[in-house]
């Protein structure tokens, strides 16, 4: 709770810089921020809210209890025979809401009730008050990442373990997911499994397409654990890799390796993203690597720092972020690396150990 505290005091003196006089978020990775805990979000009303002077919640009855037990903060509760404007109302009386800074993901049937209560303020989203807060990671916070990424280092050798002729793309994704629950990840992410030409698509979702000599399989992974989320990519490679293959990965894994040392306090986020983006267009693949170098990660899988051109944000020590280039041919194959790296104190720690060589199963 003495976490939750100062979290809480140094987003009243952002709130403060940007004129905001009450933050409202609901049980979303912000929630679980600013508390240390997130409520079972449904559809009945649930808010945190802040203000300069204080901090409290709107809970339903039925979880006030298990609340409690999470936090000391205020509670205002409401039973689902009365609904929640009562409670609402009782908790910004007082108040004068000129400018409210809300969840960019709030529902709206939460935000409708709170601008009816609030009179209508002013509203921005908080995650320019919150962002650069959530991208300083803590010590803790990076132990939490580093355990999650070595979980899926575990759920990586299995998926590679499980690939082979004839099975399918979703039997792979099924041992991923599989893995992780067996190993305490309360929540799989994603696990995707592109082979072949379906490894041109990034997004590709695994499917009944069944692996076959000659395929390049990415395996693109990620859970939660403690709250933390975990995201990596390896490649298998079905059968005997055909030179142009192997031309193409060693670009992307030269790729990553410059990106990854690129990475120090001080340096802007578009230039890690110059850095893997100038070796592919060296090696002749600069048209082929469709999307930014790579994204923030902590409670939520896409967050702040996001590496790409034109991001001039400079890295700063606790910032973590996957480094993840890739190749797409269309028709052809894809190859994607993918790494998730923490900023230190001068230069930078890799929290996904697991080996980045081709693995080709016969
Ligand atoms: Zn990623
Ligand atoms: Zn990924």
Known sequence: MAESKNRLVH??????????????????????YLLGYVPHPDERLCLLLVSLEKAGLIVPTLNAGDVAAHTDLPLEQ????????????RAVSGLSVKRLAIDGTMRAD??????????QPETITVEGLLAPLRARKSAEEIEALALAAAQAGRAMQ???DACRPGVTEAEVAWIVEETFRKDGAEAVTFSLVASGPNGAF?????????????????IDIGATLNGY???????VFIGEPPADFLKAYEAV?????????AVRPGVMAQEVDRATRSTLE????????????GHGLGLEIHEAPYIMAGNEQTLEEGMVFSVEPGVYLPGQFGIRIEDIVAVTGTGVRTLTGFDRQLVIKK
Request: net charge positive.
């Open 11 to 32: 987003l009243q003196t952002m709130m403060q810089a940007a004129n905001v006089d009450l933050v409202a978020v609901g049980p979303t990775a912000n929630m679980r």
């Open 78 to 89: 409401w039973p689902d025979a009365e609904g929640p404007f009562q409670a609402l109302r």
């Open 110 to 119: 939460f935000l409708l009730p709170l601008l009816a209560a609030t009179n």
């Open 158 to 160: 299995a998926a590679m």
């Open 202 to 218: 990034p997004h590709h979702h695994s499917g009944p397409r069944r692996l076959q000599v000659g395929d390049a399989v990415i």
């Open 229 to 235: 989320q975990s995201d990596m990519t390896r490649m």
């Open 253 to 261: 894994l030269a790729a990553n390796e410059r990106g990854r040392t």
């Open 282 to 293: 060296a090696a002749g693949y600069g048209d082929y690597f469709i999307h930014r170098t």
